[in-house]
């Protein structure tokens, strides 16, 4: 487990939409963790998906961040400059034998997995647990279509003893190891890069925390599934394995997390109808 001197997280938005409570409440636990201990905060726009991303966003996201008196390093590390980055650890997963080429629609996931002969289909950190239909296809027959999957199987094979990670965050405080069966079972062959971007947000996110030092990741309850894909895939790069702070989401009155559509919620919103940064923090209960 990474531990080094220097304390050092990051907060990392995907532009696509205004910095809600959600947002604000996440960005401002990693500072104080940060401040607390004379540590680092770092700022990561997580752009890989064009589509979405909107620098405009980019500019209301630091804004808004600046506003609620958060400092960090600039320029923030974007992701979409880094895609040749991506490629790269991509090409190693692939030397190593751990992927393949998958030409499945989500209609022809769900197909496979209605088939009689199938098990209950299981809901995985990235949806539906892939059935496996394209394992074994080679990456030679990769098509323009294709995504490219880990076989997470040949990926548990190769590690052999699995690693773990510490968590410090309130409701899975605590060590926490990898179980395979878990993996294989509910997780599955997870897709490490999307046919429309190349990429994927799990390779992104292991490449650019072991490329700014993380030690800590602070991030909401609803990645703490994700977090085993993210451990294995950095044991599988002999990447550092950081601690990991997963936080309370701030949900709205029917009891649902935030989303970008809240726009009543988004930090801009409140500050028009005269809020200060400090009722910010109120109203996130911090
Ligand atoms: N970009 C992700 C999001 O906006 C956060 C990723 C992370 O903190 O690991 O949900």
Known sequence: MAETGVYRTRFAPSPTGPLHLGHAF??????DRAQACGGE????????????????????IETDLTWLGLAWPRPALRQSLRRQLYAAVLAKLSGMGL?????????????ALSAPQTSTPVAGPDGLVYPG??????LAETGPED????????????LGALPGFRETGPAHAGDHALDASTLVESVGDVILARRDIGTSY????????????ITEVVRGND???ATQIH????????????RYHHHRLILDENGKRLAKRDAARAVAAYRADGATPADIRTLVGL
């Open 26 to 31: 996440s960005a401002l636990t990693g500072f």
């Open 41 to 60: 905060f770092l700022l990561r726009i997580e752009d890989i998906d064009t589509a979405r991303s909107r620098p405009e966003w980019e500019t209301q």
């Open 99 to 111: 992927t393949y080429p998958c030409r499945c629609r989500r209609g022809d996931i769900r197909a």
């Open 133 to 138: 239909t394209c394992r074994g296809r080679s």
């Open 147 to 158: 995504a490219i999957r880990l076989d997470m199987r040949r990926a548990l094979d190769r």
């Open 202 to 213: 799990h390779v992104a996110v292991v490449v650019d925390d072991a490329h700014q030092g």
């Open 223 to 225: 990645l703490f599934e």
């Open 231 to 242: 451990v294995l895939l950095q044991a599988l790069l002999g990447f550092p394995i950081p």
